[in-house]
C-alpha cells in the first residue's frame, strides 16, 4: 500500500475529523492518529494539514451562530488557531515528536519566490525533524484572497514539497459511485467521475467532494498519490492499511520538472492571452509565445504571473508565466520581435511566455 512506501505524506484534517458536534477538539482521535505516525511513519516525513480554527473559535467565544460575516470569521480563527496549534503541541509533546505551526495564504503558494521560501521552511523543518501543523491564514484571508477549504490547501502544498502522498481524512469512506459503492481507483478526471459530486457539507468544513477532486486534479499533475478515507474511526492510518476502504487517485506519470508542476496546478489565471492559429502550432511544437502570435488579452497581470493561453475560439491551449505585464502585451501584442524595444522605450525579452516557463494543456 502507497502509504507504507511513501517518504513524504501529507495529512489533510477536516474540522469535522479533529473537532466533535459539541466544538470539543477530539483529543482521543488524534492520539489515535498520532501514534499510528509514530508506528508506520519511520523514517518519512509528515505534514498535517489542519482546518478546525473557526470551529473551536466558536466554541470557546460560545458563539453558536453558522453563518457569519468573514471580519467577525478571521477574528474567530484568530481566536480558535491558537488553541488548535496548542491542542496539537502538546498531544505531539507526549510522544516527544516536534511539532511547528506554519500560517499560508494564497499567495505564499500562488506566487512563485514566496513559493521557493514554503518549500524551504518545511525543508527545514524536516531537518528539525519537526512535524508542520498547517492551516490557512484565515485570519488575513479575505473573500478575493482566500483558499476557503483546506482540501486545495493541503494539495498545493504536497505539490510545493514535493510530497508523494496526500491522505484526506474526512467524514465519508471515499468518492461513492451511483450505486453507493466506494470508487476504489481514479486514474482520470473525467464527466463520469465529476458527474458524482453532490456537493453535501458537513457542519463545519467548507469543502465538499468538489474541492477535493480540485484537490486530485492538482495532486495527480503533480506525480502525488491522494486517498480520500474515512477519519471518524480511531488508529485511521491502521484501517486504511489494513481494510484498504478509500479512494485512490492515481497520478499522471509525468515528466514536468518542479518549475512547470507549480504552474499547472496554480489556482487561477490572472488573465488570459489570445493567439493566433500560428502561433498556436508553434506552441504545440513546444516554442514560446512570441508577441507577434498575439491578438488581444484579458484581464490586468504583473509580469510573473500566471495566464492562461487560448486560441482565437477559447480552447485552452497552455499555462505560462508571462515575461510583460497586461499593459506591456497589450501595447506590442501583434508586433515583431525587433519592434518591441521602439515600442515600450526599453529593451527586453522578445518572448512573452518562455518555453521553460509554459505547459501545454
Ligand atoms: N481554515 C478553516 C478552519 O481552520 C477551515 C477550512 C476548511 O473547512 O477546509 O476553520
New binding site residues.
Given amino acids: 500500500m502507497l502509504v507504507n512506501n511513501s517518504k513524504k505524506i501529507v495529512i489533510k484534517l ?2 469535522s475529523t479533529v473537532v466533535d458536534g459539541k466544538g470539543k477538539f477530539k483529543k482521543k482521535w488524534v492520539t489515535s492518529l498520532i501514534k499510528d505516525i509514530k508506528k508506520y511513519g519511520q523514517g518519512k516525513n509528515f505534514v498535517i494539514v ?6 473551536l ?1 466558536q466554541k470557546y467565544l460560545k458563539i453558536k451562530k453558522k453563518r457569519i460575516k468573514l471580519e467577525m470569521s478571521q477574528a474567530i ?1 484568530a481566536v ?2 491558537i488553541h ?1 496549534a496548542g491542542e496539537f503541541q502538546k498531544l505531539f509533546d507526549k510522544f516527544k515528536i516536534k511539532s511547528g505551526q506554519i500560517l499560508i495564504s494564497p499567495d505564499d503558494t500562488e506566487q512563485r519566490n514566496r513559493a521557493i521560501n514554503v518549500r524551504n521552511t518545511f525543508d527545514n523543518l524536516f531537518k528539525l525533524k519537526a512535524i508542520p501543523v498547517v ?2 491564514n ?1 485570519t488575513t484571508a479575505t473573500a478575493e484572497i482566500k ?5 486545495r ?1 493541503a494539495a498545493r502544498v504536497a505539490q510545493i514539497i514535493g510530497a508523494d502522498t496526500l491522505v484526506i481524512f474526512s467524514d465519508v469512506d471515499g468518492l461513492y459511485d451511483k450505486s453507493k459503492n466506494i470508487v476504489k481507483t481514479v486514474y482520470k478526471l473525467d464527466e463520469k467521475i465529476y458527474s458524482l459530486t453532490s456537493n453535501i457539507k458537513n457542519k ?4 465538499g467532494i468538489t ?1 477535493k477532486l480540485d484537490a486530485a486534479k492538482i495532486c495527480m499533475h503533480a506525480g502525488c498519490n491522494m486517498f480520500i478515507a474515512n477519519g471518524k474511526k480511531n488508529n485511521p492510518l491502521k484501517a486504511m492499511l489494513k481494510y484498504k476502504i478509500f479512494t485512490h487517485f492515481v497520478p499522471k506519470i509525468s515528466s514536468l520538472d518542479a518549475r512547470k508542476r507549480w504552474i499547472i496546478s496554480s489556482l487561477s489565471s490572472f488573465g488570459i492571452i489570445f493567439i493566433d492559429d500560428g502561433a498556436a502550432k508553434a506552441l504545440s511544437n513546444g516554442k514560446s509565445l512570441l508577441a507577434a502570435g498575439v491578438l488581444k488579452i484579458k484581464g490586468s497581470f504583473d509580469k510573473g504571473e500566471n495566464v492562461l493561453i487560448v486560441d482565437k475560439d477559447e480552447n485552452h491551449l497552455a499555462r505560462g508565466l508571462a515575461s510583460f505585464n497586461s499593459k506591456e502585451i497589450d501595447k506590442i501584442k501583434g508586433k515583431q520581435s525587433k519592434e518591441i524595444e521602439n515600442t515600450l522605450g526599453y529593451f527586453s525579452k522578445s518572448e512573452i511566455i518562455h518555453k521553460d516557463n509554459m505547459v501545454k494543456l
Fill in positions: 477536516g474540522s489542519s482546518s478546525g480554527a473557526i470551529a473559535g480563527a480558535g488557531q488548535l492551516n490557512e484565515d483558499y476557503g477549504d483546506n482540501d490547501l463545519y468544513g467548507s469543502g474541492t
